[in-house]
C-alpha cells in the first residue's frame, strides 16, 4: 500500500470507518469528487495488524521494518487478518539478522536485494467465526429462515403421486447449499 503506518488505509482497515471528511495530511487541499464525498465509508470486517500482535519485547527486538532505501527505514507493508475466524501463529523477521547492524546494507535494492522492500509473512490457522459483525449475523439468520420457509412451503405443495405409478427418472444432484 506504500502507506505509513498510521495512515489512511491503516485507520481505515483497523478502525473499520472512514470519515468523508477525512483529508490526507499529506494533501489537504486535494479536492475529492461529488461520489467520494457522498458518504462515510465503513466495513464490517474485524482486522488485526499481525506484527502488532507480537508482545512489545519482541517488537522491540526486532522491529517489524518491511521499507529501507538511501540508509532510511519505515513500515509501509502489513499484513493484516480478520480475528474472529483466524488465529496468528506466527511472524516472520522482517530484518534479516545481517542487515540489523550494518546501515550499509539497508542501501536498497543493492547487488544483494533487488528490492527496496523487505519480505513479510505471517502463519494464520482458521477457526470457527466468533463474535461476527451484528449486520453479518443478521443476514446469515435471515437468509436460514428464507430457505426454511422456502424448502416447507415446496414439501406442502407437493402433490402426493399414486402408490402403483413408477417413474423413470434419473436423481438429479445438487450441491450442498451454504449459509
Not at 160 to 166: G, H, Q, S, T
Request: aromatic share 10%; glycine share 4%; hydrophobic share 30%.
Amino acid at each position: 500500500m506504500n502507506s505509513g503506518k498510521g495512515g489512511v488505509v491503516d485507520q481505515m482497515l483497523l478502525e473499520g470507518k472512514l470519515s468523508k471528511d477525512y483529508r490526507d495530511k499529506r494533501w489537504p487541499n486535494v479536492a475529492l469528487s461529488a461520489k467520494e464525498q457522498k458518504s462515510d465509508y465503513s466495513h464490517e470486517y474485524l482486522f488485526r495488524d499481525s506484527y502488532e500482535q507480537l508482545p512489545l519485547d519482541l517488537q522491540l527486538l526486532y522491529p517489524n521494518i518491511t521499507f529501507a532505501a538511501d540508509g532510511g527505514v519505515s513500515i509501509v507493508d502489513f499484513l493484516y487478518y480478520t480475528y474472529n475466524n483466524c488465529q496468528l501463529i506466527a511472524v516472520q523477521n522482517t530484518l534479516p539478522e545481517f542487515m540489523q547492524y550494518n546501515m550499509q546494507e539497508l542501501l536498497l535494492p543493492n547487488e544483494n536485494w533487488v528490492s527496496d522492500h523487505l519480505p513479510i509473512a505471517a502463519v494464520y490457522q482458521l477457526i470457527p467465526v466468533k463474535n461476527g459483525s451484528k449486520k453479518a449475523q443478521t443476514k446469515v439468520k435471515e437468509k436460514t429462515k428464507s430457505k426454511k420457509k422456502e424448502r416447507l412451503e415446496k414439501s406442502q405443495n407437493k402433490t402426493k403421486k399414486p402408490a402403483n405409478k413408477i417413474e423413470n427418472s434419473t436423481t438429479k444432484w445438487k450441491p450442498m447449499e451454504t449459509f
